[in-house]
C-alpha cells in the first residue's frame, strides 16, 4: 500500500514537472512576433489588395467592351475598394520596403491632371514601358481616381471614357501597372525579406523587426494627423486649408481611408493573434497601457463617425469635428510614441509627414 502511494505521487510530481516545463518552452509574445507577424499580418494584407486590384482590372476590361453606366458605377465602387484595401497595406510599409517606393508608385497624391492629359494625348500603346516610366503623379490609383471620379468639367467622367478610347486604354494600363507592382512587392517580401525581417533582432533600430514595425504604426497616425486631416484643413502650420491635397477628394472618400489605416493600425496593436499589445502587457506587467489605447482608439472612431459627410465637405464648410478628429489623433499618437515605446524599448524613429 505504501508503495502504491510512493508510486502516486512520483506520478504526480512527474506530471507536474512535464507541466512545467511544457509552460517554460511556450514562445514569448517578442518570438511570436518574430515568428509570426509577417504571415498572419502583413502576407494577407498584400495579398487582400492583390486581389481587389485583380477585379479592377476585370471590371476595366468590361468597360472597355460595354461603356455603359452600370459599369462604370462598378469601376467607381470597386476602386473605393481597391484604394481602401491598399490604405491598409501602407501599415506594414517599413523602412526597408519603403526604399524601394513601392507605396508611392502605387498611390502618389496629389495627382498632376496635366500629365496625365499629356499621356493620354499621346495616344500610344500604353504598354509596360511606357507606364513604368511614367511619373508617380500621373498613374497609381490617384492616376485612377482623377479619371473615374473627375466631373468638374463640362463633360463628366463617363462621358469623357465613352469618347476616347485611349482614355479607356490608359485606365487599364495604369491599373495593370498597379497589380505589377504588388506582385513586385509580394515577391520581395517572399523571396528573402520575410527571412530578413523575421531574423532582425538587433538593439539597432534599423536592424530590429519590433521596432521598425511599431515605428510604422506610429508613422502612420502621424502622417494622417498632419498630411492628410491637419495640413488640408489648416491645422498645422498654417491656417489657410488647402482640399487640392486633400487624399481622395474627387471621390469624396478620403475619411473611408483614413479610417481603413487606422483599423488596421489598431489590428496591429491589439486584435491580431500576432500583435504588440501582448507585448506591452507583458513586460509591463498589466494591460492598462493597451487598455488606454484601445479606449483611444474608440475616441478617433467616434470622432470620425460624428463627421456628418465626408472630410472635403466638412473642412469646406469649416467643421469644427475636423478639429476634434485632429486633436484626438494627436492624442492617439501619444500613448503610441511615449507610453507604449518607452515599454517596448523602441526609439521612436523621425515621421516623414509628406508620404506614407
Known amino acids: 500500500m505504501k508503495k502504491n502511494i510512493l508510486l502516486f505521487l512520483s506520478t504526480i510530481l512527474l506530471l507536474a514537472s512535464c507541466s512545467k516545463e511544457s ?5 514569448s509574445s517578442i518570438d511570436l512576433f518574430h515568428e509570426e507577424y509577417y504571415s498572419v499580418n502583413i502576407l494577407p494584407t498584400l495579398n487582400n489588395f492583390k486581389a481587389e486590384i485583380s477585379k479592377q482590372i476585370e471590371l476595366t476590361e468590361t468597360f472597355k467592351t ?26 506594414y510599409n517599413v523602412v526597408d520596403v519603403k526604399s524601394l517606393y513601392f507605396d508611392i508608385i502605387i498611390y502618389n497624391f496629389p495627382v498632376n491632371t496635366n500629365l496625365i492629359e499629356d499621356n493620354i494625348a499621346d495616344k500610344t500603346t500604353f504598354d ?14 490617384a492616376g485612377m481616381e482623377y479619371l473615374l471620379f473627375d466631373d468638374e468639367g463640362a463633360k463628366n467622367s463617363l462621358t469623357l471614357l465613352q469618347e476616347d478610347t485611349y482614355r479607356v486604354d490608359y485606365l487599364l494600363a495604369i491599373t495593370k501597372e498597379n497589380l505589377r507592382q504588388i506582385n513586385l512587392l509580394i515577391n520581395y517580401w517572399e523571396q528573402g525579406y520575410k527571412e530578413t525581417f523575421k531574423n532582425y533582432k538587433n538593439l539597432s533600430c534599423v536592424e530590429n523587426a519590433r521596432c521598425l514595425a511599431f515605428n510604422q504604426l506610429i508613422n502612420i497616425i502621424d502622417i494622417i494627423r498632419v498630411t492628410k486631416i491637419g495640413k488640408p484643413a489648416g491645422l498645422e502650420k498654417s491656417p489657410n486649408t488647402d482640399l487640392s491635397i486633400l487624399e481622395a477628394y474627387r471621390s469624396r472618400s478620403s475619411l473611408k481611408l483614413i479610417k481603413s489605416s487606422l ?14 499589445a501582448n507585448i506591452v502587457d507583458e513586460i509591463a506587467g498589466s494591460s492598462e497601457i493597451s487598455t488606454e489605447i484601445d ?12 463627421i456628418d459627410g465626408d472630410l472635403y465637405t466638412a473642412i469646406s464648410n469649416g467643421d469644427k469635428s475636423v478639429a476634434t ?7 492617439l499618437l501619444q500613448y503610441f510614441s511615449v507610453d507604449a515605446a518607452s515599454t517596448l524599448s523602441v526609439n521612436v524613429l523621425p515621421t516623414d509627414n509628406d508620404g506614407d
Open 23 to 27: 509552460t517554460d518552452t511556450t514562445p
Open 128 to 141: 509596360t514601358d511606357y507606364i513604368s516610366n511614367s511619373s508617380t503623379v500621373s498613374k497609381g490609383l
Open 263 to 276: 483599423e488596421e493600425v489598431q489590428k496591429a496593436y491589439a486584435t491580431s493573434s500576432v500583435n504588440f
Open 325 to 331: 478628429l485632429h486633436t484626438s489623433l494627436a492624442t
Open 66 to 91: 460595354n461603356t455603359t453606366q452600370e459599369n462604370f458605377n462598378a469601376l467607381q465602387e470597386q476602386w473605393l475598394k481597391s484604394a481602401s484595401s491598399f490604405s491598409k497595406t501602407r501599415v
Open 295 to 306: 479606449n483611444s482608439f474608440n475616441t478617433v472612431f467616434n470622432n470620425i463617425d460624428a
